[in-house]
């Protein structure tokens, strides 16, 4: 690694260490650990909700992905860009309104059962993890590949910086880390999308035309069909990435971090903005990889085409630019695994430890410790499972946690939003049934199975889809409204109350 990207690597970590020991000496209590206290404004906040958004599945994922699949890479950015139109109009305002630091908040603001809250817990810890390690596959891969030293270690280093993060600086620091990396990733991929512009001479048409000829993919490279042959496993993918937004825990615990529901909304327009630009972009940085860098030295550098950003970068501007980029590229998971340990430590203690084991008893420093052991534990399952899954697409990993929040979080937040008969009964079946279908018939697929052995396991699938949401969502639904059906009558009078206060902010 060069002089000047050690420097770089250093700045950018340095920045994010200062920003964390800024925050410890703002959070002192739960809410602030949790929350910030809730004084982020909308633009702060909206600009974080982009930093956590725009992942190592966005960056690094998608760029590969387009680069060897051309216009199948782009189902991806057309799909988390699509999904904030449904967290702006469906979720954030109510979710504010009832909800207090976690996503089994809002659910038992109708339902007080602790079991509805255990069960939300552990379905946040499972899309976190699953989450996490799609952003530790792709940070250990950038390193490996910058310093030359070995996955593992790679990974080991990522999973201590990010405890660090949460166990001092909590939410304050997280989103003040999202925030400077944000605009760090934008200026990146606004440099990189203009560089590749100029070679083709600021001619767009030019730029798809050519792309049809320098890939193996040929002219098919503009259409779909190249890695998505099967429309039914295309339609499948693309429903996890719309609808899971709104069932992402990191995602949903960003809307509790502001005073009220309208600046919540307002955040969503502000980071709907800045994700769609991004997402615009990733066309460039595609295109630009797999013409200026190729097909055969991205997989060389990574079998999932997850190092082709920052091998253009070096392409285009040489290890000035790809050192920039990889340090952003590095800034980027860290602020992104912050934010995931802290959800998932947040849906241990406050929720497990906090409300069902303390019932609602322990003091704020028993839920800081309990948080603090929670982000360690978080953190080091994580790393673990990251060390099997190095040959997967980052991209496509963090489709499948999606596909566990549209299935297992989203009916159930509709459901009790908008539902006057949902009750106990669906909303734990369709969190159960959800979350174990969308497992199951993961474990079934064809990316865990292949008879060519270029899965986790040589065999035939039993499941034929890649991803299985179109499936697993509406199984997700229909168990919540046949549960809600045969069990006992809603309590319509806290219906009431709840669409109340998710409709005017009432307490």
């Not at 946040?124 to 993890?129: A, K």
Request: aromatic content about 12%.
């Amino acid at each position: 690694m060069s002089v000047l990207g050690l420097f770089f690597f250093v700045a950018i970590v340095g920045l994010t260490l200062y920003v964390t020991y800024w925050a410890s000496k703002r959070t002192n209590s739960a809410s602030e650990f949790y929350t910030a206290g809730g004084g982020l404004t909308g633009w702060q906040n909206g600009i974080a909700i982009a930093g956590d958004y725009l992942s190592a599945a966005s960056f690094l994922g998608i760029a590969g992905a387009i680069a060897l699949n051309g216009f199948d890479g782009f189902f991806y950015s057309i799909g988390y860009l699509v999904a904030y139109l449904v967290v702006l109009y469906i979720v954030a305002e109510p979710l504010r309104n009832l909800g207090k630091y976690t996503l089994a908040d809002m659910i038992t603001a109708r339902f007080e059962q602790q079991k509805i809250r255990a069960t939300a817990a552990i379905s946040t810890l499972t899309i976190v993890l699953f989450y996490m390690i799609a952003q530790l596959v792709g940070a250990g891969a950038l390193i490996q590949l910058l310093l030359g030293i070995d996955y593992w270690i790679a990974v080991l280093l990522v999973g201590i910086m990010m405890t660090t993060y949460v166990l001092f600086g909590g939410m304050a620091a997280t989103s003040w880390v999202q925030i400077i990396k944000a605009v760090l990733l934008m200026v990146g991929t606004i440099i990189i999308s203009f560089l590749v512009l100029m070679k083709f001479d600021f001619n767009i048409l030019r730029m798809f035309s050519e792309m049809k000829t320098v890939t193996p993919a040929g002219e098919n490279f503009l259409n779909p069909g190249v890695k998505y042959t099967n429309g039914i496993d295309t339609m499948s993918m693309m429903i996890a990435l719309v609808l899971g937004t709104a069932g992402l825990p990191h995602i949903l615990m960003r809307f509790f971090t502001v005073k009220d529901a309208k600046t919540a909304r307002s955040s969503v327009v502000y980071a709907t903005w800045i994700v769609g630009l991004f997402y615009i972009l990733t066309i460039f940085l595609g295109f630009g990889a797999a013409a200026f860098v190729g097909s055969d030295e991205i997989i060389a550098a990574n079998a999932a085409g997850n190092m082709a950003a920052p091998l253009l970068a070096q392409a285009l501007g040489g290890d000035l630019l790809m050192s920039f980029v990889s340090a952003v590229a590095f800034a980027t998971i860290l602020a992104v695994v912050a934010g995931l340990v802290l959800s998932g430590a947040s849906a241990f203690a406050h929720d497990i430890y906090g409300q069902i084991i303390k019932k609602g008893q322990a003091t704020e420093k028993e839920q800081m410790k309990a948080a603090r052991f929670a982000s360690i534990g978080v953190s080091a399952l994580s790393v673990i499972l990251a060390l099997f899954a190095q040959s997967m697409n980052v991209a496509f990993l963090v489709s499948l946690a999606f596909c566990i929040a549209a299935s297992a979080n989203l009916p159930v937040i509709i459901y009790t939003i908008y539902w006057k008969r949902f009750n106990t009964t669906g909303a734990i079946s369709a969190m159960v049934t959800g979350l174990v279908s969308a497992l199951v018939l993961v474990a079934m697929s064809p990316n865990v199975w292949n008879p060519e052995g270029t899965a986790i396991f040589a065999g035939d699938p039993l499941f034929p889809l890649t991803n299985p949401a179109i499936v697993s969502v509406p199984v997700g639904f229909i168990a919540g409204y046949i549960g809600s059906l045969v069990s006992a009558k809603a309590d319509k009078r806290k219906y009431a109350e709840v669409a109340v206060k998710a409709n005017t902010g009432l307490k």
